[in-house]
Every structure is written in structure tokens, then in C-alpha cells.
């Protein structure tokens, strides 16, 4: 059974069959009660039910099914898909059915049985096969596309939309994206309490000395007063545009990497996989060490490694050495060119709609005013396109080359590297380690992302990059905004499986091995 079984929607008769005659061996009556129950039940959450004929109701069940058909054409779908069994199965505790959860035991297992080929959830027991796929597009680095996966023997035209899960890579999407809305917000406010840059412009700085100039004039100080606050206001508009800009760019560059990566490995007819990933961010016994299979936006997630199946060869090691110069050379300078000298891209592409607010009349006016004063020319230093790092040094032929050979020797060390594209964006300091989101390669990726910080790989050193690594420890971002930024979750959650092991709490034998 494939990792994810990409596009199977059972019916709800067939379920209910499943759950009756297969598993409490009830009559085919009894089915149709049972699907009427759950209809009663507004099992929404679970089941979705639709406007199906009677007749292919009829297929999957005897004439007592037809007898519900006006309750299930009143409903919105007909068919159980793969988020909706997802949710269903989180809901259960991956079948230890949390106190809170109102789900069915009898439909759980079904599903189970159905989606997942009867396997455990949990990463000791479960038997998941990993899903072969032929990686399209990246948006950035963490979120990529698939268009063809490798299903009952042959490629199938399937679009599967998927994140690489324990990396994180800046956003390079402007879309209604409330994460890089949080992100460019929270970094103008850092800076607005780190050196109150409102009230220190020389803009307004001038306009705060007309106010002696007006003798006490109620008129004129309301008129002043009125165009400090559209200063003030512009200026927070202009620079949060500016530092949107920054991020989308180094997302953009991190994308580059994951989009060349994918063209070559099309050009040589490598297909990917992608394996399991298993929550080692919580606590509760019921969930600690088992699979995520989506995220919060229904992306699938997985770790995304090169190459069908496991080989002793390290394609990733050859594609940083030979090709990686290439791809920073070609699409990283077409980046560059638009976001650092305002020239349009060879193609008309999504992330190029938007012109750098930098080039604007008021862009360049407040660039210009940034100089003025020593907190400005900092941030003007971060967010100025003449600043802007060139992908093409930091991956010049000579640094790929020596890339390849720090990257081998890390391999060599540590063979679960080998071929993981996640870990190889962290070694080139394109993309983060994750840890609110820690997996079961959550500690070793860290490990690599402190060893690229350190050797300054990549977008390392740069202040936006740095600033927006979800880690409190090197984020100062973090470390004063860290559970805003997270949604409230732990930033650096202990590895739950340490934790239930050291406690003696592991239960569920989750972790056991």
C-alpha cells in the first residue's frame, strides 16, 4: 500500500459494508441502518455524503441502502476522501481515542483497513511504503508539486501538492500567505522597538520642527501633526513592503535549488519518493511517534528524498558538485536582476507581478532618507537592493565543488543523509531545521543547520535570513516574538519519545523498539 493512496474516494455505502459485514459480520439491513445512523449522527467530520443515483448506491449495497437516498442526496459530497480520513483518524488518537473524541471504532478501523492497508500509525509498527513520484515544481523550498506518481505498477498523471516536512524555507508566495504577513510584521516591529525608527526619520524629524515654528497655532499643529501620522504611515507601509521583498527573494533562491534539482533529475529520468514522517513534537502518548500524513492547508507531507528506492550511490552529492553552480548562475541571477535592478524575468511568472517596492518613487525616497542616520543604515543595509546577497558567489563553481566534498564526508558519517533533500538545503543554508515541527530526523537536521550556520553556508549571514530561522536560540526574531510566530506552540518542543521513555509513560508502545 502506497504512503499516501493518492485519489481513492470510497463510497459510504462501501464503507458502511465494511464496517458491518466485515468487521461486526451485521445483515446488509443492518448497513443501511448503520449509514443511516451516521447520517443522523451529522458525522460531517467523517463522512461525506452526496447526491449519488440510487442506482450506484445499489451497487455497493442490497435495496435497503435506496431507502436513505433522500438523506444522502441532500448532502454536499459522496465520498470519504484522503483529508477527510486523515482528520478523522487525529481525531481518534490514531486509534486510541483520545477522552475527547467522538468518532467510531467500527468506521475507524474501516478506514484503517481502506486508506492505510491495515497498517499502525505509529513509527515502530507501521509498514508504509514509500510513495515514488516525479517532482514537477517547487514554489520555494519547502512546498513542491508532483504531477505524475507511481501507482499499481505504472505512472499515473496524478497532481499531488506536498511539504517537505522538518525544513522550513522563507515564503516566496504573496498571495493571501499569512505567514509571510507575520513575518514581515514582526520583523518591522523588532526594529520599531529596536530603534524607533518613526519618530527618529528625518522626515518627521523635520516636521516635528515646525512645530516649534508654528507659536502654539492650534491650526498649523493639527495640519503638522496630520502629516506625521501619513509619514510615519507611509513609512511603515514602504518598509514592510521592502522587507516582504527580502523574504520572497531568499525563498526564491531556495526554490531555485529544489526546481533545479527536480529539472535535473527529470533530464536523467530519476524519479523521487517521498517516506513517512512521524510527529515527535507531542507529548500526549496517543499522538507521539506517529505519522503525519497532512498539514494544516491539506498538503501531504513527507520527507522527499532522490531516487526510487535506497541506493548506495549519493545523487545529491553529484547534482551540488556539477549542476548547482549552473542553476544559481541561470534562475538565481534572473531573481537577482529583478529584485536588485528592477528587470523584468524571461517569463511572465507569478512571483514577478508585484514591481520591488524599493524601485517606487517612495521606495527610493525612503532608502534615501535610511542613510541619514546610523539605526537607518543598518536597517538599509538588510533591506536594500544593492545589498541583496548574489546567488552565483555563494554558489560559484569553486564553492559547489568544495560544497560536494564537505557534503560527502558528512554522508559518509551519517548515511541516513544520503540522497535527503530536506537535509541538503539545510547543509547549503537555503532552508531551516523546523523543530516545532520536529520529526523523526528533527535532531539530526539541527545538527546539520548549526554546522551551516557556523561555516556560513548559503543565505547564512544574511539579517532577514538569519532573523527568520524558526529557532529562538539564533533568531533574536524568535527569541522575543518565538510563540506569536509558532501559533502558540513550543518553539523547541524535547523529543516526545525521550521524553515518554524516560518518564516510563510510553503506553501505546510508540517508541519502544
Same mark, same amino acid.
Given at each position: 500500500?502506497?504512503?499516501?493512496?493518492?485519489?481513492?474516494?470510497?463510497?459510504?455505502?462501501?464503507?458502511a459494508a465494511e464496517a458491518c459485514n466485515n468487521i461486526l459480520n451485521c445483515s446488509s439491513s443492518e448497513a443501511a441502518?448503520?449509514?443511516?445512523?451516521?447520517?443522523?449522527? @451529522?458525522?460531517?467530520?467523517?463522512?461525506?455524503?452526496?447526491?449519488?443515483?440510487?442506482?450506484?448506491?445499489?451497487?455497493?449495497?442490497?435495496?435497503?441502502?435506496?431507502?436513505?437516498?433522500?438523506?444522502?442526496?441532500?448532502?454536499?459530497?459522496?465520498?470519504?476522501?484522503?483529508?477527510?480520513?486523515?482528520?478523522?483518524?487525529?481525531?481518534?488518537?490514531?486509534?486510541?481515542?483520545?477522552?475527547?473524541?467522538?468518532?467510531?471504532?467500527?468506521?475507524?478501523?474501516?478506514?484503517?483497513?481502506?486508506?492505510?492497508?491495515?497498517?499502525?500509525?505509529?513509527?515502530?509498527?507501521?509498514?508504509?511504503?514509500?510513495?515514488?513520484?516525479?517532482?514537477?515544481?517547487?514554489?520555494?523550498?519547502?512546498?513542491?508539486?508532483?504531477?505524475?506518481? =507511481?501507482?499499481?505498477?505504472?505512472?499515473?498523471?496524478?497532481?499531488?501538492?506536498?511539504?517537505?516536512?522538518?525544513?522550513?524555507?522563507?515564503?516566496? =508566495?504573496?498571495?493571501?500567505?499569512?505567514?509571510?504577513?507575520?513575518?514581515?510584521?514582526?520583523?518591522?516591529?523588532?526594529?520599531?522597538?529596536?530603534?524607533?525608527?518613526?519618530?527618529?526619520?528625518?522626515?518627521i524629524l523635520q516636521l516635528k520642527d515646525e512645530i516649534l515654528q508654528a507659536n502654539g497655532n492650534e491650526n498649523k499643529?493639527?495640519?503638522?501633526?496630520?502629516?506625521?501620522?501619513?509619514?510615519?504611515?507611509?513609512?511603515?507601509?514602504?518598509?514592510?513592503?521592502?522587507?516582504?521583498?527580502?523574504?520572497?527573494?531568499?525563498?526564491?533562491?531556495?526554490?531555485?535549488?529544489?526546481?533545479?534539482?527536480?529539472?535535473?533529475?527529470?533530464?536523467?529520468?530519476?524519479?523521487?519518493?517521498?517516506?513517512?514522517?512521524?510527529?515527535?513534537?507531542?507529548?500526549?502518548?496517543?499522538?507521539?511517534?506517529?505519522?503525519?500524513?497532512?498539514?494544516?492547508?491539506?498538503?501531504?507531507?513527507?520527507?522527499?528524498?532522490?531516487?526510487?528506492?535506497?541506493?548506495?550511490?549519493?545523487?545529491?552529492?553529484?547534482?551540488?558538485?556539477?549542476?548547482?553552480?549552473?542553476?544559481?548562475?541561470?534562475?538565481?541571477?534572473?531573481? =537577482?536582476?529583478?529584485?536588485?535592478?528592477?528587470?523584468?524575468?524571461?517569463?511572465?511568472?507569478?512571483?514577478?507581478?508585484?514591481?520591488?517596492?524599493?524601485?517606487?518613487?517612495?521606495?527610493?525616497?525612503?532608502?534615501?532618507?535610511?542613510?541619514?542616520?546610523?539605526?537607518?543604515?543598518?536597517?538599509?543595509?538588510?533591506?536594500?537592493?544593492?545589498?541583496?546577497?548574489?546567488?552565483?558567489?555563494?554558489?560559484?563553481?569553486?564553492?559547489?565543488?568544495?560544497?560536494?566534498?564537505?557534503?560527502?564526508?558528512?554522508?559518509?558519517?551519517?548515511?541516513?543523509?544520503?540522497?535527503?533533500?530536506?537535509?541538503?538545503?539545510?547543509?547549503? @543554508?537555503?532552508?531551516?531545521?523546523?523543530?516545532?515541527?520536529?520529526?523523526?530526523?528533527?535532531?539530526? =537536521?539541527?545538527?546539520?543547520?548549526?554546522?551551516?550556520?557556523?561555516?556560513?553556508?548559503?543565505?547564512?549571514?544574511?539579517?532577514?535570513?538569519?532573523?527568520?530561522?524558526?529557532?529562538?536560540?539564533?533568531?533574536?526574531?524568535?527569541?522575543?516574538?518565538?510563540?506569536?510566530?509558532?501559533?502558540?506552540?513550543?518553539?523547541?518542543?524535547?523529543?516526545?519519545?525521550?521524553?515518554?521513555?524516560?518518564?516510563g509513560l510510553d503506553k501505546y508502545k510508540h517508541c519502544e523498539k
Amino acid at each position: 500500500m502506497p504512503l499516501f493512496p493518492l485519489n481513492q474516494r470510497i463510497p459510504i455505502a462501501e464503507l458502511a459494508a465494511e464496517a458491518c459485514n466485515n468487521i461486526l459480520n451485521c445483515s446488509s439491513s443492518e448497513a443501511a441502518a448503520f449509514i443511516r445512523q451516521k447520517v443522523n449522527q @451529522g458525522a460531517r467530520n467523517s463522512l461525506l455524503l452526496s447526491d449519488k443515483t440510487s442506482s450506484e448506491i445499489d451497487f455497493y449495497e442490497p435495496p435497503e441502502a435506496s431507502s436513505i437516498m433522500s438523506m444522502i442526496e441532500a448532502r454536499a459530497d459522496d465520498f470519504i476522501d484522503f483529508n477527510e480520513a486523515d482528520d478523522f483518524i487525529k481525531k481518534s488518537g490514531y486509534g486510541h481515542f483520545l477522552p475527547e473524541a467522538s468518532v467510531d471504532y467500527n468506521v475507524f478501523t474501516a478506514i484503517q483497513r481502506k486508506f492505510y492497508g491495515g497498517s499502525a500509525f505509529d513509527g515502530v509498527h507501521a509498514i508504509f511504503e514509500p510513495l515514488s513520484i516525479k517532482l514537477d515544481r517547487c514554489a520555494d523550498g519547502d512546498t513542491c508539486v508532483a504531477m505524475n506518481v =507511481y501507482l499499481n505498477g505504472q505512472w499515473a498523471p496524478v497532481k499531488v501538492k506536498f511539504r517537505l516536512d522538518g525544513i522550513d524555507t522563507p515564503e516566496s =508566495y504573496r498571495g493571501i500567505n499569512a505567514k509571510l504577513e507575520t513575518f514581515k510584521n514582526y520583523i518591522w516591529l523588532l526594529w520599531k522597538n529596536e530603534y524607533g525608527f518613526g519618530e527618529n526619520s528625518s522626515a518627521i524629524l523635520q516636521l516635528k520642527d515646525e512645530i516649534l515654528q508654528a507659536n502654539g497655532n492650534e491650526n498649523k499643529l493639527k495640519t503638522i501633526w496630520g502629516k506625521i501620522a501619513t509619514a510615519q504611515n507611509n513609512m511603515d507601509k514602504l518598509l514592510t513592503r521592502m522587507i516582504e521583498d527580502k523574504i520572497v527573494y531568499e525563498g526564491l533562491i531556495a526554490g531555485a535549488a529544489t526546481k533545479g534539482l527536480a529539472e535535473w533529475a527529470a533530464k536523467n529520468n530519476i524519479p523521487f519518493r517521498l517516506e513517512p514522517s512521524f510527529n515527535m513534537a507531542s507529548s500526549d502518548p496517543a499522538i507521539c511517534n506517529t505519522v503525519e500524513f497532512t498539514d494544516t492547508y491539506d498538503r501531504f507531507l513527507g520527507v522527499l528524498k532522490i531516487g526510487a528506492s535506497p541506493t548506495n550511490e549519493d545523487m545529491l552529492a553529484g547534482f551540488i558538485e556539477n549542476n548547482l553552480s549552473d542553476v544559481m548562475k541561470n534562475k538565481g541571477a534572473e531573481y =537577482y536582476a529583478f529584485f536588485a535592478e528592477n528587470k523584468a524575468p524571461l517569463e511572465n511568472e507569478d512571483w514577478a507581478k508585484t514591481p520591488p517596492t524599493a524601485f517606487t518613487n517612495g521606495g527610493k525616497s525612503l532608502l534615501n532618507d535610511l542613510r541619514t542616520t546610523e539605526w537607518g543604515q543598518k536597517i538599509r543595509q538588510s533591506i536594500s537592493p544593492q545589498t541583496l546577497p548574489k546567488p552565483w558567489e555563494l554558489f560559484s563553481k569553486e564553492k559547489c565543488v568544495e560544497l560536494a566534498k564537505e557534503w560527502r564526508g558528512l554522508v559518509e558519517k551519517n548515511p541516513e543523509y544520503k540522497n535527503d533533500v530536506q537535509a541538503m538545503l539545510i547543509f547549503l @543554508g537555503l532552508g531551516y531545521p523546523y523543530p516545532k515541527y520536529l520529526n523523526q530526523h528533527g535532531e539530526e =537536521y539541527m545538527k546539520i543547520g548549526e554546522s551551516a550556520m557556523k561555516n556560513g553556508n548559503g543565505s547564512y549571514g544574511d539579517v532577514v535570513f538569519d532573523l527568520m530561522q524558526p529557532n529562538p536560540n539564533f533568531s533574536k526574531l524568535f527569541a522575543e516574538y518565538g510563540t506569536a510566530l509558532t501559533r502558540g506552540r513550543d518553539p523547541l518542543p524535547e523529543n516526545c519519545c525521550k521524553k515518554l521513555l524516560r518518564e516510563g509513560l510510553d503506553k501505546y508502545k510508540h517508541c519502544e523498539k
